[in-house]
Structure formats: structure tokens, C-alpha cells
């Protein structure tokens, strides 16, 4: 008898057990914060100004020929015979870019692009956020434009969507949704003011975002993101579910690894069908121990640094254009494939133009942002890797577009664990890191494709 009702208890216990996961994990999680003040001092009495100003990208001659004579004065260190890029950004390469940087590139000419779309700033506990704003010239008759954030990540800026910008707001199929863009500057970075004080990280800048689009107008929107604009969407769709109608992001390494990732990480080699593993995922995911640590070692030195004195190197940085341009291009090389490690040139000009490479070099020295950027990953892995939103699922409708020479493989089956509902994945044909700019085309028509899948749920 004591039997019988001794496993009638286990049984109740067991059945109880999942009923409180299930119901657990169909509830909604939602990231909480608090309002902030990065502004220099304490708040004004009175309130912040809430108005939104237009702004221009401008240069003045004696900043020019600042950066003209900082280049002339750069002290050339010769690269080891055969080094290619495997030490970092090659000198002879170096110097073919500082000579078309002090006597090619038209800084006047890339001024005017970068304001042929409107600009923007306003005040946002207590620092002035800097933003594109893209309206369609037309849109079609009985629809409306959708609104889309779009984040950028370091160590690039707003101009990595200016190729993508014109595919979506104004798209050459009429079958196409159109969208009105919005795309802002992490507060540190390009145009936007820098923190003043400690603690900015990717939570309080997907905050300032949310306020930024309620300011527009927008109560609900997508978001596109990449590289950390991946993680401020991501808070974005925790902080307020119901404001993001779909994320889309392509790059979503895993932040809280579970016991499937544990397992596939494990079996994955042996067992791929029983993780759903494609042909892909098993090339990505299991070189051979050493090739895997080696890797990370070469590809990560960056991270430590910014992670832990940002302050130290960012000054260099900050007086150098050689070494600033040395330190961004590097990443545009080796980020977007790393077998350009091998090449001379570093690959530099086969994705990208220069005129494009230097434009995003002179957004960080025109705005001397480099040492503020930097510190975006002090603030984000001072709190640790396991940081509350780490731990908090994502129930937006979400889409992930997987460039194959992306600096981290993420498998489907590790999205999943995170991003509850995903809606599309898309193996995408070629690209890298930075794959808005790289790709504009293909990223293009994958948020038009996951638009339409939400778009269609949400008319049913």
C-alpha cells in the first residue's frame, strides 16, 4: 500500500514538475531597467530637452589638415618578409591606404553622401543620441511603410546600412514591402555623445532606442541588428516584446549554453541528424581541437583588451590616423574572411571600396570616438557574460540570416534555445561579418522575407 501511494506521490510530483515548466516557459519574460542619466553632472531640474534637431556631417579645413600632417609625420615599421596578414595589418598595405587616405580620397565628396539621407540628434538621459532618419519617397497606395531600427556594432558605424538603406525604402520589386528606416549611433560611437559615466551597456542603450522610437512616433516596429547591434535589438525585443514586431539579426552567438548545446557540442559529430546539424554546421563546428583554440587565441586579442583597459590603447588610437586605420581595417579584413589573412592586401578591396573603408575610418577620427567605443565592451563583459538578459528567452518573432564566413558559426538548434520563435533561418550564399555592407542585396531580401512571414501571421 505504502508502495502504491509512495509512486501515486512520485507520479504527481513528475507530472506537476513539467506542468511548471511548460508554464513557465510559455509565459512571456520580460527584461526590466530603469531610466538612466549619462549626461556629464547631475540632471537638471527642469528636465531634459526633449526637441529633435536636424544634424549635418561637416568637416572644417583645420581638421583636415590636422589629419594631413599626422599622416605625413607616421613612423613606418617594415613587415616581416612573407608576413601577409598574419601579423596583423600588413605595412606595405598600410601604406598604399595612408597615401590614398593623404592624396586620393575625397573626404568633401563622402561628406555629401553621408548626408544625402536626413540626420538627426536629440537628448536622451542626458546625452544627445545622433540618427538617421529614411522615409520612402512613395509608398504603395493602401499600405503603409513599416518601421525598422537598424543597429550597427564595432568596429563599424551607421554607413555600413547605406548600401541596404535604398533596398528597403525603396525597392525595386512592387511586391516588396517598404520600410521607413531609423538608424541610430550607439551612444560612444560615430555621432552620438558618449556616456559620462560608468555602467552604459547594451540593456541601457536598447532603453534610450525604445525611447528614441516612441519620440518618432513609433509604438511598434522591426529591428535589424549585427555584430552589438545583435545584442541591443535582443534587449530591445526582451525589454518590450509587444513594441518589436519582428528581429531580425545574423549574427547570435549562444550566451547562456544549455544542456542541448552542451549535448550537441558532445554528440554533435557523431550524431548530427539528432541535432539537426547540416553539412555546414558540422565544417563550422568541430575543426579539429587545436585549429579551434588557436583561432579564438589569434582572433580575440582585441576583445581583451577592450574588455579590460580601453582607455590604454584608445589614446593611441585616438592621436594616430595610421594606427586607427590599421586597427578598423584589420577587422574588415579578417572579420569578412579569414582566409585574407593570407593575401598581401589583406583582401581589403575585393568586398569593399576604399573610399567606403575610410569613409567608416573617418567617422571614428572627425568624431574622436574610438576610446568611447571601445569601452562598450568593458561595460557589456564587466557584468559578465551571464548577465540577467542572458538568462531571459526571446519570444518576438525572430529571423536569422547565416553568412557562412561569419566569426562564429550559430547552428539553428542553438537559436532556438533563445529565440523561441523563430520563424526563418536562411543559410545565406556568401558574406562575412559585416554583411550589410558587404551583402546589401542579400541581407535585403532576407528582412523583406522574414517581414512578409510575420506580416502574413499577423493578418490571420
Not at 100 to 112: K, L
Not at 143 to 157: C, D, E, N, R, Y
Not at 210 to 227: I, P, T
Not at 412 to 436: C, D, E, I, S
Amino acid at each position: 500500500m505504502m508502495a502504491i501511494m509512495l509512486t501515486e506521490v512520485l507520479v504527481a510530483l513528475l507530472v506537476g514538475g513539467l506542468l511548471y515548466f511548460l508554464v513557465q516557459r510559455s509565459r512571456t519574460q520580460v527584461l526590466r531597467t530603469e531610466d538612466g542619466w549619462w549626461g556629464a553632472g547631475a540632471p537638471p531640474d527642469g528636465g531634459e530637452d526633449i526637441t529633435i534637431r536636424p544634424f549635418t556631417v561637416s568637416t572644417s579645413a583645420e581638421e583636415l589638415e590636422d589629419l594631413y600632417r599626422r599622416i605625413d609625420q607616421t613612423r613606418p615599421v617594415p613587415s616581416l618578409e612573407d608576413s601577409h596578414f598574419t601579423y596583423g595589418f600588413n605595412s606595405q598595405c598600410l601604406h598604399t591606404v595612408l597615401s590614398y587616405w593623404r592624396n586620393g580620397f575625397d573626404w568633401r565628396r563622402q561628406v555629401d553622401r553621408l548626408n544625402q539621407y536626413p540626420h538627426f540628434k536629440t537628448t536622451i538621459e542626458g546625452i544627445d543620441i545622433h540618427y538617421l532618419h529614411v522615409k520612402p519617397k512613395t509608398v504603395p497606395e493602401g499600405s503603409t511603410a513599416l518601421p525598422l531600427i537598424m543597429v550597427h556594432g564595432w568596429p563599424g558605424s551607421f554607413y555600413e546600412f547605406y548600401g541596404l538603406i535604398p533596398l528597403l525604402t525603396e525597392p525595386s520589386d512592387p511586391s516588396h514591402l517598404v520600410f521607413e528606416v531609423v538608424c541610430p549611433s550607439i551612444p560612444g560611437y560615430g555621432f552620438s555623445e558618449a556616456p559620462h559615466k560608468k555602467g552604459f551597456d547594451s540593456v541601457c542603450a536598447a532603453h534610450i532606442f525604445h525611447k528614441l522610437m516612441k519620440r518618432l512616433g513609433f509604438q511598434q516596429f522591426y529591428a535589424h541588428g549585427g555584430d552589438w547591434g545583435w545584442l541591443v535589438t535582443t534587449n530591445m525585443a526582451q525589454l518590450e516584446p509587444r513594441s518589436v514586431r519582428g528581429l531580425h539579426v545574423n549574427f547570435a552567438p549562444p550566451s547562456n549554453p544549455g544542456l542541448p548545446i552542451t549535448l550537441s557540442i558532445m554528440l554533435g559529430r557523431r550524431f548530427p541528424k539528432l541535432f539537426g546539424f547540416t553539412d555546414l554546421d558540422i565544417e563550422r563546428l568541430f575543426p579539429c581541437m587545436e585549429k579551434l583554440v588557436v583561432e579564438s587565441i589569434k582572433e580575440s586579442g582585441y576583445m581583451h583588451i577592450q574588455a579590460t583597459k580601453p582607455d590604454t590603447v584608445g589614446r593611441g588610437l585616438n592621436d594616430s590616423p595610421a594606427g586607427l586605420a590599421a586597427y578598423i581595417l584589420e577587422k574588415f579584413s579578417t572579420w569578412t574572411s579569414r582566409d585574407f589573412r593570407d593575401l598581401e592586401d589583406g583582401g581589403l578591396t575585393r568586398k569593399f571600396s576604399l573610399d567606403d573603408l575610410l569613409t567608416n575610418v573617418m567617422i571614428y577620427w572627425t568624431s574622436g570616438c574610438i576610446v568611447s567605443s571601445m569601452r562598450f565592451y568593458k561595460e557589456n563583459f564587466g557584468k559578465g557574460l551571464y548577465a540577467p538578459h542572458s538568462k531571459i528567452p526571446v519570444d518576438v518573432p525572430t529571423g536569422f540570416a547565416c553568412f557562412p564566413n561569419e566569426l562564429m558559426h550559430t547552428p539553428k538548434l542553438w537559436l532556438k534555445q533563445k529565440y523561441r520563435n523563430l520563424v526563418a533561418f536562411t543559410p545565406m550564399a556568401r558574406g562575412g561579418h559585416f554583411a550589410a555592407m558587404e551583402e546589401p542585396q542579400l541581407m535585403a531580401e532576407d528582412i523583406q522575407n522574414f517581414t512578409k512571414i510575420v506580416e502574413k501571421h499577423r493578418a490571420v
